[in-house]
């Protein structure tokens, strides 16, 4: 076996494509061809180029990361007497070295997304751990989440301490709020809207007759597969991925955490007071029951505003017809100050507190280029939804102009109201740590109503332009152009960094079931999943590559 296949990584599919790319030029005859490339698990920083056809033949390779071509100096060793006179003649030549310019239609193009960008982006450590992360059955995933929570809660004295019991009761909290919301829309489907048969219903254990429902039957069936603790688990592994840099000094402790790094209870808090707990769980309650019965109806209420685009003409409408979507069947989409309130705690619910935790390694490479650079003066995030990626970056970086845009008036509105709570929570605290003024306030964010297509702002505005969990909501060319947009408005040398949903080949072991995401009213989620990110962003360097759980982060430089 060779070196190349001892240290390769394999998912399933991508062997398959190389074995189909093998048989090809058998047949085909070509002294040189691209195959599927896979990623190489023992190297923690850039991917080794790798082929699984090392497997069947014997071949050294090159692979210029610059050029994006792949040399194969093809040896000798390969003798098939049922090849025709072609494939002969071919065999004569293959001391000749031959070098295939890739591209987007070649064959280097049928590699999963995650897999090729591990190819041109410096991948911090978190790409690899998640590629290689699988559940292990439930009782593992517990043992792990305790060991892992156990590990990082001893290791750093109060800092940490006050990390993990906020976040394990942050976590704590929506995992109950998940339970309530999951038992809530079973008997609302079962006993209300009466749409489960009783041979869709289970028996207890114990007997219970069928059709009667049983809370017991409930939890059981919750906790018969090991999706709850996986998911857990997970929750705490990205915990741990985000305090690494808390503790490192590079992203400052979570301005929101119930605990402060000195142990002290933040009472003035809204998470610190019951009756708002109260209601966002009352709201979660709600809303899942509301999601589940559309879901299990597959039908699509749609949104009140859509009659507006019916009323205008197409190329005069506010908001473009694939906007005017229940995404995630939850109510009115992003077009009600309904759907903005409550779009936090049941997002939060959907991911037992973890989200956060994703959308802050957004931060990360802006936090590390500002230690090599000027701090950014001002910072742009697109399709800002309700602002919480905002806090962050304003907390980390309060003296930068801060601009939050987004189309949906009524997540802008929530987005201030957001800006305003962490002012005044932490505004001249935050200030106090950058620049040692003791009494001065954040200059106040500005907030933009604009559609990602078509940014109302001049060319080279902005240090650094951010967009979070926008591009699997949009069709194949809205997001080509909300990319071009992103590239227009930063300055030359300046940063955009953008947070999504892995994708193909970010996680393998999860690539035949991340697809079931468009059960959830996600029209071009598939879509999403299939495209190479960094083909939208021309005029660009590829900076860093993170993941996190079921988030990715790609940073571009502006040339």
């Given at each position: ?13 991508t062997t ?6 093998f ?13 599927p490339?896979?990623?190489?698990s023992?190297v ?11 497997t069947?033949t ?9 050029t ?17 006179c072609q ?20 064959s ?5 997304p995650?897999?090729r960008e591990?190819?041109?982006?410096d991948?911090?450590e ?8 699988q ?17 990082e809660?001893s ?7 006050a990390?993990w ?22 008997l ?28 017991g ?17 997970e929750?705490?592994?990205v ?7 808390v503790r ?5 402790f ?15 808090h ?12 009352a ?8 999601i589940?019965?559309?879901q299990?109806?597959k039908?699509?209420e749609?949104v009140?505003?859509a009659?507006?685009n ?13 906007y005017?979507?229940?995404?995630h ?8 100050s ?6 936090e705690?049941?997002?939060e ?13 957004t931060?990360i490479?802006?936090?590390?280029r500002?230690?090599k ?7 742009l ?10 806090t962050?970056?304003r907390?980390?970086l ?13 997540y ?27 009494s001065r ?18 060319d080279?505005s902005f ?5 979070v969990y926008?591009?699997h ?18 300055k030359?040398g300046?940063?955009?960094?953008l947070?999504?949903?892995i994708?193909?080949?970010?996680r393998?072991?999860?690539d035949?079931?991340i ?9 071009h989620?598939?879509?999403y999943i299939?495209t190479?990110l ?5 005029g ?10 079921t ?6 430089v502006k040339?």
């Amino acid at each position: 076996m060779s070196m190349l296949t001892q240290h390769c990584y394999y998912p399933k599919q991508t062997t398959t494509l190389c074995v189909f790319a093998f048989l090809a030029q058998l047949f085909v005859g070509s002294n040189a061809w691209t195959v599927p490339c896979t990623i190489s698990s023992s190297v923690p920083r850039r991917r080794s180029m790798a082929l699984a056809v090392s497997t069947i033949t014997s071949n050294s390779v090159e692979y210029d990361k610059k050029t994006t071509k792949i040399t194969i100096h093809k040896e000798n060793n390969i003798h098939d007497q049922h090849h025709d006179c072609q494939v002969e003649e071919d065999r004569r030549k293959s001391s000749h070295e031959a070098t295939t310019e890739t591209n987007n239609n070649s064959s280097l193009s049928l590699l999963s997304p995650g897999l090729r960008e591990d190819e041109v982006f410096d991948c911090d450590e978190s790409v690899t751990f998640w590629k290689e992360f699988q559940s292990k059955g439930t009782e593992r995933n517990l043992q792990r989440m305790i060991a892992t929570i156990t590990k990082e809660a001893s290791s750093g004295g109060n800092q940490a301490r006050a990390y993990w019991s906020s976040h394990v009761l942050r976590t704590g909290y929506f995992f109950l709020n998940a339970g309530a919301g999951t038992i809530a829309s079973d008997l609302h489907e079962r006993w209300i809207a009466r749409r489960t048969t009783d041979d869709e219903m289970e028996s207890d254990d114990d007997g219970a007759t069928k059709g009667v429902l049983s809370a017991g039957g409930l939890v059981r069936r919750l906790v018969r597969t090991e999706v709850p603790s996986r998911t857990l688990l997970e929750a705490f592994l990205v915990y741990s991925q985000d305090y690494k840099y808390v503790r490192e000094g590079l992203l400052n402790f979570p301005w929101d955490a119930l605990i402060r790094e000195n142990g002290s209870l933040q009472w003035r808090h809204k998470q610190a007071n019951p009756f708002f707990v109260l209601s966002e769980t009352a709201q979660t309650l709600r809303e899942s029951v509301a999601i589940f019965a559309r879901q299990h109806k597959k039908s699509s209420e749609g949104v009140f505003l859509a009659d507006n685009n019916k009323a205008r003409n197409s190329k005069n409408n506010l908001y473009p017809d694939y906007y005017l979507n229940d995404f995630h069947y939850q109510s009115d989409g992003w077009l009600s100050s309904e759907s903005a309130n409550k779009y936090e705690a049941i997002t939060e619910t959907l991911f037992l507190g973890r989200q956060d935790a994703m959308q802050r390694q957004t931060l990360i490479p802006i936090l590390k280029r500002k230690k090599k650079t000027n701090e950014p003066e001002s910072i742009l995030d697109v399709a800002c939804g309700t602002g919480r990626l905002g806090t962050f970056l304003r907390d980390n970086l309060p003296t930068a102009k801060m601009t939050y845009s987004d189309l949906s008036l009524f997540y802008l509105e929530k987005a201030r109201k957001n800006d305003e709570y962490w002012i005044s929570m932490r505004g001249k605290d935050a200030i106090k740590e950058a620049t040692g003024q003791k009494s001065r306030l954040p200059d106040r964010a500005a907030f933009v109503q604009a559609n990602a297509e078509t940014l109302p702002f001049e060319d080279d505005s902005f240090d650094v332009v951010t967009c979070v969990y926008l591009f699997h909501e949009l069709p194949e060319d809205a997001r080509q152009r909300a990319a071009a947009e992103m590239v227009r408005v930063v300055k030359p040398g300046g940063m955009i960094v953008l947070t999504d949903s892995i994708q193909k080949g970010d996680r393998p072991h999860q690539d035949n079931v991340i697809q079931n995401f468009t059960n959830l009213n996600e029209p071009h989620f598939a879509n999403y999943i299939r495209t190479y990110l960094p083909d939208l962003f021309k005029g660009c360097e590829f900076g860093e590559k993170l993941v996190s759980s079921t988030s990715k982060t790609l940073s571009f430089v502006k040339k």
